[in-house]
């Protein structure tokens, strides 16, 4: 290993970082990363991408490039030079025919899209309108035509039937008079114990593994509609973090290296929240103060909002609750 690579290779593991991560962040393919650390130029496509190679990727590790080849110059190959001659007069040509070519095809784009137009309104107009217009004509008039003796029946019908169904428990009470007073006092109590109920359930996050994708560990967070999920990464040392919206390729909102004492705040939101820790033993990962980890050195974490599915403890608890509703 060269010298310059071995500088390379611990400001990377300074920052926490793998070959994995400097290749996505630089598009370097990690087989010349390698072949960067080790000295072996030979592996590279040629002399020009040497020096471009070893600038991205001090850049990565936070190493000053110019610095780094002034110092190692004599071990780092001098780029060949590059043709300056080009032939000016093919290079007008293409340029002049592409553009007579862009224009045929903008214009020729034009008129198909305004014909396309005049199909779908003619389309609309003639055919579409006039299959509306016979399909409300065919249909039958909803309409029922009655007579008074059937409203009366069925109007008394109907009053019997609303003064069963008002109040079914009063076959139950013939026999025995019910106090008005002591029923609605009975029934305001155990409307408070539900709402007591519903609210504690709907104030409460549940945070449960979920899984693995690759080498993904996936939690999903239950959470009451509209509530705010606080998502906490706090770092007790040095750690390479990576924070993204939705999975592991989405929008970037962190991609840096936290220092101790050093804290994130996010929301976890519809689309999902993926992390990565190249240290995992110096953060700590909290989703409303509950600490998810998948127990490895990198850690990659997928937080999804969903529905926890019931344990078997909560469906007997259930069963139990609406046993003795039906009791009561």
């Known amino acids: ?22 290749q996505e962040l630089t598009k370097i393919r990690t087989r010349y990363l390698e072949a960067i650390e080790a000295g072996d130029y030979k592996v590279l496509p040629g002399s020009f991408y040497v020096r471009a190679f070893i600038k991205t990727y001090a850049e990565a590790v936070g190493i000053d490039p110019d610095e780094l080849l002034t110092e190692h110059r004599q071990h780092v190959p001098d780029p060949a030079p590059e043709p300056t001659m080009e032939p000016v007069l093919q290079k007008r040509r293409s340029t002049r025919a592409a553009e ?3 224009k045929w095809l903008s214009t ?27 399909a409300n004509n065919d249909q039958p008039d909803p309409t029922r035509v009655t007579n008074n003796s059937e409203v009366g029946s069925g109007n008394s019908g109907n009053g019997a039937n609303n003064d069963t169904n008002s109040n079914p428990g009063n076959n139950a009470g013939t026999d025995t008079p019910v106090d008005p007073g002591d029923t609605g006092t009975d029934n305001a109590g155990s409307s408070n114990n539900q709402g007591g109920n519903n609210s504690t359930e709907q104030g409460s996050i549940i ?25 906490v990464i706090t770092a007790s040392g040095r750690s390479w973090v990576e924070v993204r919206k939705g999975d592991k390729s989405g929008e970037k909102l962190f991609y840096d290296t936290m ?28 989703v409303a103060e509950q600490v998810v980890e998948d127990g490895k050195t990198t850690s990659r974490i997928q937080l999804n909002l969903g529905e926890v599915p019931d344990s078997e403890g909560n469906e007997e608890n259930g069963a139990n609750s609406t046993t003795n509703t039906t009791g009561e």
């Open 1 to 22: 290993m060269s010298d310059l690579g071995q500088k390379l290779k611990e400001a990377r593991l300074a920052r926490g970082m793998t070959l994995d991560d400097v």
């Open 100 to 102: 007579r070519n862009s």
């Open 108 to 134: 020729t784009l034009m008129w198909s899209f305004a014909v396309l137009i005049l199909v779908v309104i003619y389309m609309y107009f003639s055919v579409w309108g006039k299959s509306d217009e016979i």
């Open 207 to 231: 945070v449960a593994q979920d899984g693995k994708e690759g080498s993904t560990t996936k939690f999903i967070v239950q959470a009451p509609a509209n509530a705010q999920v606080p998502v």
């Open 259 to 286: 220092e101790s004492g050093d804290v994130l705040n996010y929301d976890l939101g519809a689309e999902g929240l993926f992390i990565k820790s190249g240290a995992s033993p110096n953060t700590v990962i909290t």
